[in-house]
Structure formats: C-alpha cells, structure tokens
Nanobody, 121 residues
Framework: QVQLVESGGGSVQAGGSLKLSCQAS????????MGWWYQAPGKERKFLSD???????TYTDFVKGRFTISQDNAKNTVFLEMNSLKIEDTAVYYC???????????????WGQGTQVTVFS
C-alpha cells in the first residue's frame, strides 16, 4: 500500500520560512518523480512543484525564487523549502508521487493527506 507521510507544516509570520518533508513508501513501480500541490481556502488544488528522479525541477511561476524542491532518492523523500512566505501562500500543501512502470512526463498518481501552512501578518 502506497503511503505518503508529510511533515513540517504550521503557522509562520509573513516573510518567514518553513520546510516541508514527505516520505513515500509501499510502491512497487518505478519512482519517476515527486512533487507538491497546494489548495488555498475555497480554491481548487493546483500544481506547485515537481522533481524528477534525475533531479530536474519545475515550479509554478508564483513560487519561483522563493521555494526550492529537493529530494533524497535513497529515502524516497521530497522536501519543499519555502522562503519569503506571503499571506497568499496560506494553503493545504499536498505531497504527490509519480510511480509508473515507465516514466514519461510528470504524472502524479498518489497523494498525501496534506499539511496546513498558514502565513499571518
């Protein structure tokens, strides 16, 4: 059974930093990549960032230069370092896993339960 265990959410003042972690386990197919999505209050879940197993990264525009995704492949763990946090970054952040028998474009197919990040003024 695939499991994604997230940690690191919380409340932080605007301008501050948080680091999220997510460890994946229980999958049999090849791990192609991991990533993060976010869901702001009253909004749909949206893509935030992805890192392929070869280290290639992608980000949605509004976090470029502020957030950094990284991974520890040996531990099947992905991290999201969030700096210069803004009130509008307040959301539930979901870890995502892309595992398939053959890797292609980013295609997350497993999700964590989410961790709340609240940024206050």
């Amino acid at each position: 059974q695939v499991q994604l265990v997230e940690s690191g959410g919380g409340s932080v003042q605007a301008g501050g930093s948080l680091k999220l972690s997510c460890q994946a386990s229980g999958f049999a197919d090849k791990k192609c990549g991991m990533g993060w999505w976010y869901q702001a209050p009253g909004k749909e879940r949206k893509f935030l960032s992805d890192i392929r197993s070869d280290g290639t990264t992608t980000y949605t525009d509004f976090v470029k230069g502020r957030f950094t995704i990284s991974q520890d492949n040996a531990k099947n763990t992905v991290f999201l370092e969030m700096n210069s946090l803004k009130i509008e970054d307040t959301a539930v952040y979901y870890c995502a896993l892309d595992v398939h028998w053959q890797c292609g474009a980013e295609n997350h197919n497993y999700w964590g339960q989410g961790t709340q990040v609240t940024v206050f003024s």
